[in-house]
T-cell receptor, first 112, second 112 residues
């Protein structure tokens, strides 16, 4: 009963390094999402994939890229990490937009 | 466009007291509304959802919320707070497209 699995759980990077955050869901959901959570800001959508083969920008896409590898997997890439990208990143998935999203446990990313 | 406003970044109650967390939304179409709870170092868990059926929605852990179209509100309540209710609560709205918009969150503090 895994649900949404994110790896890694913690990561420390240096400015300018690159990294890919992985997300996989086993619920046969169509849509997947990447959010970042910062204190006092709630959750802000970075990118989403409404269905396999499509990706779209959210509210804060700058500095990130995504890949919907297949129906199960949706990865988030930081090409050149910046301290402003220090955050907690959450992946979520859902069947359709009128149904609840299911969240992973998050990746805590620090960029020095 | 859709948006969510949660009044009060922090709410403090005594154990056994009424919990009231406020959420107002804007949406150009009939909305789907959700409340999520986040415990420390965890992802978001669904508390309850409104999807145009009954206006009073019951969720887990004794929480409920009432959809009031005239007030564009979806406030979360619980008759008697427990220490275990201490967490951050997020209201979210979907207008039926692919994305959710979250409020900035309300931290509920419960004192003995």
């Amino acid at each position: 009963n895994a649900g949404v699995t994110q790896t890694p759980k913690f990561q420390v990077l240096k400015t300018g390094q690159s990294m890919t955050l992985q997300c996989a869901q086993d619920m046969n959901h169509n849509s997947m999402y990447w959010y970042r959570q910062d204190p006092g800001m709630g959750l802000r959508l970075i990118y989403y994939s409404a269905s396999e083969g499509t990706t779209d920008k959210g509210e804060v896409p700058n500095g990130y890229n995504v890949s919907r590898l297949n129906k199960r997997e949706f990865s988030l890439r930081l090409e050149s990490a910046a301290p402003s990208q220090t955050s907690v990143y959450f992946c979520a998935s859902t069947v359709t937009s009128n149904q609840p999203q299911h969240f992973g446990d998050g990746t805590r990313l620090s960029i020095l | 466009a859709q948006s969510v406003t949660q009044l009060g970044s922090h709410v403090s109650v005594s154990e056994g007291a009424l919990v009231l967390l406020r959420c107002n939304y804007s949406s150009s179409v009939p909305p789907y509304l959700f409340w999520y709870v986040q415990y420390p170092n965890q992802g978001l868990q669904l508390l309850l959802k409104y999807t145009s059926a009954a206006t009073l929605v019951k969720g887990i852990n004794g929480f409920e919320a009432e959809f009031k179209k005239s007030e564009t509100s979806f406030h979360l309540t619980k008759p008697s707070a427990h220490m275990s209710d201490a967490a951050e609560y997020f209201c979210a709205v979907s207008s039926g497209y692919s994305t959710l918009t979250f409020g900035k969150g309300t931290m509920l503090l419960v004192s003995p």
